[in-house]
């Protein structure tokens, strides 16, 4: 295939993620109401119980409204990562993965553009938070709403190919709830999204040291200072690393020698 | 029937020595097989035959334990882009997207095939027009019945002009009309110079003059023309050739020669 043929069959994996976005309202409305449940309910309440000392990037002291929005637009990425992970074991279960993995492609690019297109779908959710944050005046300054794309993206694919990875090892759908709970409320807690790690030494010595190990902390604060322009480049490094791994490990796990429908199949699923 | 490629062109699909197993199981012993184009080559095997783990490698999902397959020359091992390209394939389960209407679906298929614009438009319309599923374009899959969810994903399948076109089970679940109708579709591409290998259990799918693979325990029983193999076999009908083949009922001639009646 052409590389026109290349970029029409990425197009065409955008088209249909965005169309399952679209065509799921509740998906859209659950994206968006969550984060704006932690910013407005959890955070008000906890705004004076929380005192946010000046850190980097912040210039000067924040409310805590202002220090939770990066860790809930990674919230956002990371549920949208989950989801796209419960949309691939969903089209494993229903057919539709086989169509996309009989595509005449390197299997690494398909990969790939199911990723990059649950990012771009993530980019959207991001962008309608951020607006009904400016509405409630939880604001950032104007080159933050751009200096984030680049962030978001490497965020986005690095969330999105941990969802892959454990879309690879899911057999059933029903298991998905379940993997999820130890995922995605680990990965979130266990991070700076809440509070700021120094926050987090006053109370244990072991939890910072997970959360400096966590993927996630470093995704935050690889947005939390592209908000303000600024590059944090050991986030960038870190998350960087991340995602070559997760996505190298999804590349072992959708491989045919190795692929799920092998299990699958395995499983009694053969039936002539 | 339509005619043979010469004799230098590589068979449209070849299966050389294939063999795979689910762990201790194992599902395809040594299968070997040649698909010529314009040849309707019906794979005839009971349920746990071993059809659906065969499709399952040519199209990639699995990797064989031993052997090779080869689509158009080209080694789906080595080469598993320009093989794939050549392959349009049905499988038994339906695999189409029910949220998405009939048009978007094949959009999405014509673009993981590189086609766009005006040529996905022009070529999803004739095939439309052909299966006479013009006015369903704008349906949403879960709308239309089991026999138009078939149709869909033939044209699916053709879209990118495979010159090997696989069914598996295609007509499962189908009423007789739209079996009839689906089994009709596809002997007419294969009289066009499609090389077809239709996986079925039921006899009455083959017609006359189609070439008959008879697979049972994951090997293969017999391959011929429909009617040389009722002759081989000395049976009256496919149904009792095949039933002869697959151990569940003696030959006729078994049966005369032990004075037991049809």
């Known amino acids: ?272 | 029937m339509g005619a043979h490629p010469p004799a230098s062109t590589p068979p449209a699909l070849s299966l050389e020595a294939l063999s795979f197993s689910y762990g201790d199981r194992f599902a395809l012993d040594g299968v070997c097989l040649d698909i010529e184009a314009g040849v309707f080559t019906a794979l005839l095997g009971p349920n746990g035959a071993g059809k659906t783990t065969l499709f399952s490698l040519i199209a990639r999902l699995f990797r064989p334990s031993a052997g090779r397959i080869r689509v158009g020359g080209h080694d789906l091992g080595s080469q598993p882009n320009r093989a794939l390209a050549r392959l349009g394939i049905v499988f038994q389960q339906p695999t189409l997207d029910l949220d998405l209407t009939v048009g978007q679906n094949l959009r999405y298929a014509a673009r993981l095939h590189g086609i766009a614009g005006g040529r996905a438009r022009a070529r999803i319309a004739a095939l439309l027009d052909r299966l006479e599923l013009g006015e369903r374009q704008r349906d949403k899959v879960r709308e239309l019945s089991g026999g138009l969810r078939r149709r869909v994903e033939l044209a699916r399948a053709l879209l990118h002009e495979p010159p090997v076109l696989l069914l598996d089970e295609a007509t499962v679940g189908l009423d007789v009309p739209s079996r009839t109708r689906i089994v009709d579709d596809v002997h007419a591409l294969a009289a066009r110079g499609v090389a077809v290998l239709w996986a079925t259990h039921l006899v009455d799918e083959v017609r006359a003059g189609d070439r008959v693979v008879v697979m049972h325990r994951g090997a293969i029983r017999a391959d011929a023309e429909c009617g040389a193999l009722m002759r081989q076999l000395n049976a009256p009908s496919l149904t009792e050739a095949f039933a002869a083949l697959i151990g569940a009922a003696p030959p006729a001639a078994a049966r005369a020669a032990a004075g037991v009646g049809p």
Not at chain 1, 152 to 169: D, F, P, Q
Request: proline share 5%; net charge positive; with cysteine.
């Open chain 1, 1 to 272: 295939m052409s590389a026109i043929g290349w970029a029409i069959c990425f197009w065409g994996i955008l088209v249909r993620e965005v169309l399952r976005f679209v065509h799921q309202r509740e998906r859209f409305f659950a994206a968006l109401v969550r984060p704006l449940v932690w910013l407005l309910v959890f955070a008000a309440g906890f705004r004076a119980a929380l005192g946010i000392a000046i850190m980097p990037p912040y210039q000067t002291y924040i409310t805590y409204e202002v220090y939770i929005v990066p860790g809930l637009l990674g919230m956002i990425q990371l549920f949208n990562g989950m989801q796209s992970s419960l949309s691939m074991v969903y089209d494993r279960e229903m057919g539709s993965m086989k169509i996309l993995l009989m595509t005449p492609l390197p299997r690494w690019y398909l990969l790939a553009a199911k990723l990059a297109a649950g990012t771009v779908v993530s980019l959207l959710q991001v962008y309608a938070f951020l607006a009904v944050a400016w509405a409630f005046d939880i604001r950032f300054p104007l080159v933050g709403y751009l200096s984030i794309v680049p962030a978001l993206v490497l965020t986005g694919l690095m969330l999105g190919a941990v969802g892959l990875l454990l879309s690879s090892t899911i057999r059933q759908l029903e298991n998905f709830a379940g993997v999820m709970n130890f995922v995605i409320f680990p990965m979130f807690f266990l991070s700076s999204a809440l509070y700021p790690l120094w926050k987090l030494e006053e109370a244990s010595t072991i939890l910072p040291r997970i959360a400096t190990l966590n993927p996630f902390t470093h995704a935050v604060e690889l947005i939390r200072f592209a908000l303000y322009g600024e590059l944090n480049a050991p986030a960038l490094a870190v998350t960087s690393v991340a995602l070559a791994a997760f996505l190298a490990l999804s590349l072992v796990g959708y491989s045919p020698a190795r692929g799920l429908m092998h299990r699958r199949a395995a499983g009694g699923g053969d039936a002539g």
